[in-house]
């Protein structure tokens, strides 16, 4: 979904710095400039440094929420013993970014929810401070990660919803745009 907003917002005239983290293809053709990472302590590093000069930040990455305390460099052997797992939460970069928002910025966030999609969706625009929020749910088919396709839910700062049939991730990286583009003073 990233990649598809990065190339609609290139192809609307804008200036692009995709933050990518992993992903299992890169774009081809590259009308914007990419800046690759690993880790979510990076994905947040990048993000806060650029912020400042946007106009306009779409959080889109899947940014886990929690990452391990202590990282191995080397396999860990199995033994007899369990093995207990100690996570930390990870910068929370939507929540950094509202709290720093001047008010000629646009935040887009995103919420990949499971249940009471709507009702968690406007307390995270809320709670983070964002313009608006699109919702991706698993519960429809096609939708979220590992397809070409997705059903999203537009919700803005002004509790207007918008809902869009299932459709190619480059339509609705438009529908996306064009809901931020209107919002634009």
Do not use: W
């Not at 033994?79 to 910025?105: C, F, V, Y």
Request: charged share 30%; proline share 3%; aromatic share 4%.
């Amino acid at each position: 979904m990233g990649i598809a907003l990065a190339h609609a917002a290139s192809e609307y005239g804008a200036e692009v710095e995709l933050v990518l983290g992993p992903v299992s293809f890169t774009p081809e053709i590259r009308s914007f400039e990419i800046i690759n990472v690993t880790t979510a302590e990076s994905m947040a590093a990048e993000c806060i440094a650029r912020f400042p000069s946007c106009d306009v930040a779409i959080l889109s990455a899947a940014v886990a929420d929690f990452t391990p305390v202590e990282v191995k460099g080397a396999k860990i052997k199995k033994d007899e013993k369990e093995l207990l797992l100690r996570l930390k939460p990870t910068t929370d970069i939507a929540q950094t970014l509202g709290k720093t928002k001047k008010p000629s910025q646009i935040i887009a966030g995103f919420a990949l929810e499971t249940d009471n999609e709507l009702e968690n969706a406007k307390d995270k625009l809320l709670r983070k401070n964002l313009d608006i929020i699109v919702i991706n749910s698993l519960k429809d088919r096609g939708a979220g990660f590992g397809h070409d396709t997705n059903k999203i839910t537009i919700i803005d700062r002004y509790n207007n919803i918008d809902k869009f049939e299932l459709k190619s991730k480059d339509e609705a990286a438009k529908d996306i745009l064009n809901k931020i583009v209107s919002m634009i003073k």
